[in-house]
């Protein structure tokens, strides 16, 4: 008894501890999937003639307007810190991101037919790829997993976010997807709930349910 006691004391303080944290689920979803080169048709926009140093700016730039739209969204549950990680991923990655927007800037200058239509297709991809990150039905689940990335990207090595941003850009697309409750996947939505007819013909005299009739409860 003194043992468990004392376990238990052990356990109590190493969750004290812990830095607390947002969980809207008892089992999240998964979201996982292959890594994205920045040409793929679901990707949100698209950049007709990129070669690979263009697609990897188009990922990157798509992955920092993603924690953007979640640090202006997802201010409601604070523990997501994905304000601060945001703010954070500016200073830290300042450099990297403005080889990104160099890169893009000459991607449209070189693909348009001059400068000013460059600066507007710029600026067109811009917003086309904000807009696309805007949820409302799957808000928790976008929040969570831009959190997750924002935090990893936090403790990236300088030059590290285009690695990041191909190997979960798929789970922030996928995030924008409703998801609900993995914990108990057999739970039909509120939407789907079938209730039985009570007319009296699907019952018998002695209130039972007449399967022969009605079919199966």
């Known amino acids: 008894m003194v043992r468990l006691l004392y376990a238990l004391i052990l356990l109590i303080g190493a969750v004290g501890s812990a830095p607390a944290s947002a969980q809207f689920f008892l089992a999240n979803p998964d979201l996982s999937g292959p890594a994205m080169r920045g040409d793929e048709p679901d990707i949100g926009y698209t950049l007709p003639g990129a070669n690979p140093e263009e697609l990897r700016a188009g990922l990157v730039w798509s992955m920092r307007a993603a924690l953007n739209v979640a640090a202006l969204q997802c201010q409601f549950e604070p523990t997501l810190m994905t304000v601060q990680n945001y703010n954070a991923i500016l200073t ?3 450099a990297e991101l403005a080889k990104t927007l160099d ?5 449209f200058a070189r693909t348009m037919k001059s400068r000013a239509a460059g600066l507007a297709g710029l600026d067109r991809f811009g917003t086309r790829v904000y807009s696309g990150f805007s949820t409302v039905t799957a808000q928790y689940v976008f929040c969570i997993t831009a959190a997750s990335i924002g935090e ?6 300088r030059g590290g976010l ?3 941003a191909e190997t979960r850009m798929r789970e922030l697309r996928n995030s924008l997807k409703p998801h609900g409750e993995q914990q108990f996947p057999g739970r039909q939505p509120l939407g789907e709930i079938r209730f039985p007819r009570i007319d009296p013909s ?3 005299k002695a ?11």
């Not at 890169?103 to 991607?107: E, M």
């Not at 990893?152 to 090595?157: P, T």
């Not at 209130?207 to 409860?217: A, M």
């Open 103 to 107: 890169t893009l800037t000459k991607y």
């Open 152 to 157: 990893q990207a936090v403790f990236a090595k």
């Open 202 to 204: 699907c019952w018998t």
């Open 207 to 217: 209130n039972v349910w007449d399967s022969r009739k009605c079919g199966k409860l």
């Open 162 to 164: 285009s690695e990041i």
């Open 92 to 94: 830290d990655h300042k």
